[in-house]
């Protein structure tokens, strides 16, 4: 059973950039999770999509945005780009709506920001 | 606001040596307590799932229980392939639903031969 894909698995962008990064979750998985990990701040919630709606949203502005697709795959946009947003974004899905806790990390996103 | 501190934030044991991770954690109303293992360049894989205080959940050499402020990571024997950051998390009982999780910084255990 293939896990989470996440990609690019690297990539480079310059101060007022924006970036799209995509997430295909565990075959029937309706729940997607983002996460933003950083050194200094850990692992903290972006936002949560089940069934192309958004249910849940941490406490980012609103240059991150994300976006589900009709066969769960989910992408997220960060728009404007400052250095602070350099970091790993991890997806993470789950098998059901009742969001369990029970998350399929995918192996993320590094984004370095100059 | 949900709040998870993890301590120690590094511990180096050799091979066998038995110790415990903690997990302090405030929450308005607790839906679950989560331990997950996170491997350099990896994504952090689940452990357990801790409802209410008293439950405990083993799988080989970790046991993981909860109170009401607190849980543990027992690790007994370990060896150095338990070497990683174990994350400890929780989440909340909101009125719509599930709040994302809440994620304490780690602790980063090495198992030394």
């Known amino acids: 059973k293939a896990g989470v894909t996440q990609t690019p698995r690297y990539l480079i962008k310059t101060r007022g950039q924006q970036v799209t990064l995509s997430c295909s979750p565990i075959s029937g998985h309706r729940s997607v999770s983002w996460y933003q990990q950083t050194p200094g701040q850990g692992l903290q919630f972006l936002f949560e999509y089940f069934s192309e709606t958004q249910r849940n949203k941490g406490n980012f502005p609103g240059r991150f945005s994300g976006r589900q697709f009709s066969n769960s795959r989910s992408e997220m946009n960060v728009s404007t780009l400052e250095l602070g947003d350099s970091a790993l974004y991890l997806c993470?899905?789950?098998?059901?709506?009742?969001?369990?806790?029970?998350?399929?990390f995918g192996e993320g996103s590094r984004l370095t920001v100059l | 606001e949900d709040q998870v501190t993890q301590s120690p934030e590094a511990l180096r044991l050799q091979e066998g040596e038995s110790s415990s991770l903690n997990c302090s954690y405030t929450?308005?109303?607790?839906?679950?307590l989560f331990w997950y293992r996170q491997d350099p360049g990896k994504g952090p894989e689940f452990l357990f799932t801790l409802y209410s205080a008293g439950e405990e959940k083993e799988k080989e050499r970790l046991k993981a229980t909860l109170t009401k402020k607190e849980s543990f990571l027992h690790i007994t024997a370990p060896k150095p392939e338990d070497s990683a950051t174990y994350l400890c998390a929780v989440q909340a009982r909101s009125g719509g639903g599930a709040d994302g999780l809440t994620f304490g910084k780690g602790t980063h255990l090495i198992i030394q031969p």
């Open positions: 929450v308005s109303g607790l839906r679950g």
């Open positions: 993470a899905s789950s098998q059901t709506g009742a969001n369990t806790g029970e998350l399929f």
